[in-house]
C-alpha cells in the first residue's frame, strides 16, 4: 500500500496502489501517515513522495465508500486527506513530490502538500470534486492557494480544470519538468540526497519558516 526505500538519508514513499491507479483509501491514507513519521524517526533527512506506475494518484477511491455508507465515514475521509496534506507541509524535513502521469483531486493534495514538485511531461493535475458533488478539504484549498494564489486557486477548484505539465510549471506548482518517470526519480532523488547532505542546521533554518506558513494558513 506503502512501499518504502531509502538511500542517501532520503525515504521514498510509494503509492503502491496501480491496480487501483494509486486512489487512496482511508487506510492508505492512515498508512501514509505512519511512514512519514517513520520515516524522520529512522533519521531520514528529506522525503521523495511517487507513485506507482502508470500515475501518481487518481484521487479518492470511490470504490471504498458505498452510496449507502454512512455521511459520517465520508467526512472522516476528506478531515483525513487534510490531514495527511497538513503533515506533508509541516514535516520535520523536506519533501519532494515526484509527479509522471495523472495527479487528481486527492492525489493532486498529496503533491500539494509536499515542498517541491517534480514532473513529467505526461504530468495532469486536477480538481473535479466539485462537478462531482464531493468537497475539497479545506487544507487542499488552503495550499492550493498559497501555491497558486487566490484568483488561480478559484478558477482550478470551481472549473476542475486540467493542468498540463508546461501549465504547472508555468504557475509555480511545479519546479521542474522532467522528460520521462526515470529523469524524474533521477532528479527527484538527486535533489533530497543533496538537502540530506547539507548541515542539518541549514536546512532546518529553511524548513521552519515554510512550516510554519503553511501552518499559518491552516
Known amino acids: 500500500m506503502i512501499a518504502r526505500s531509502d538511500r542517501r538519508g532520503v525515504a521514498e514513499l510509494r503509492l503502491d496502489r496501480p491496480e487501483r491507479r494509486n486512489a487512496v483509501t482511508t487506510e492508505l491514507l492512515h498508512a501514509l501517515l ?60 523536506p519533501t519532494i513530490a515526484a509527479v509522471d502521469g495523472a495527479a487528481i483531486g486527492a492525489g493532486w493534495g498529496l503533491a500539494l502538500g509536499c515542498d517541491i514538485c517534480l514532473a513529467t511531461r505526461a504530468a495532469r493535475f486536477s480538481l473535479p470534486e466539485l462537478a462531482k458533488g464531493f468537497r475539497i478539504p479545506e487544507p487542499l484549498t488552503r495550499r492550493l492557494i498559497a501555491v497558486v494564489g487566490p484568483t488561480r486557486a478559484a478558477h482550478l477548484a470551481y472549473t476542475g480544470a486540467v493542468l498540463s505539465a508546461g501549465d504547472a510549471l508555468a504557475l509555480g506548482v511545479v519546479a521542474d519538468v522532467l522528460d520521462d518517470r526515470e529523469a524524474l526519480l533521477d532528479a527527484a532523488h538527486d535533489l533530497a540526497a543533496s538537502l540530506a547532505a547539507h548541515p542539518p542546521q541549514a536546512v532546518a533554518a529553511v524548513k521552519r519558516p515554510l512550516a510554519a506558513f503553511n501552518s499559518n494558513e491552516e
Request: hydrophobic share 50%; glycine share 10%; net charge negative.
Open 34 to 93: 505512519q511512514e512519514l513519521g517513520a520515516a524522520v524517526r529512522d533519521g531520514a533527512a528529506a522525503i521523495v513522495l511517487t507513485g506507482a506506475p502508470p500515475v501518481f494518484c487518481a484521487g479518492a477511491d470511490l470504490a471504498e465508500l458505498g452510496a449507502d455508507a454512512p455521511e459520517e465515514r465520508r467526512l472522516e475521509r476528506i478531515r483525513l486527506v487534510g490531514e495527511v496534506v497538513s503533515r506533508l507541509a509541516t514535516l520535520e524535513v
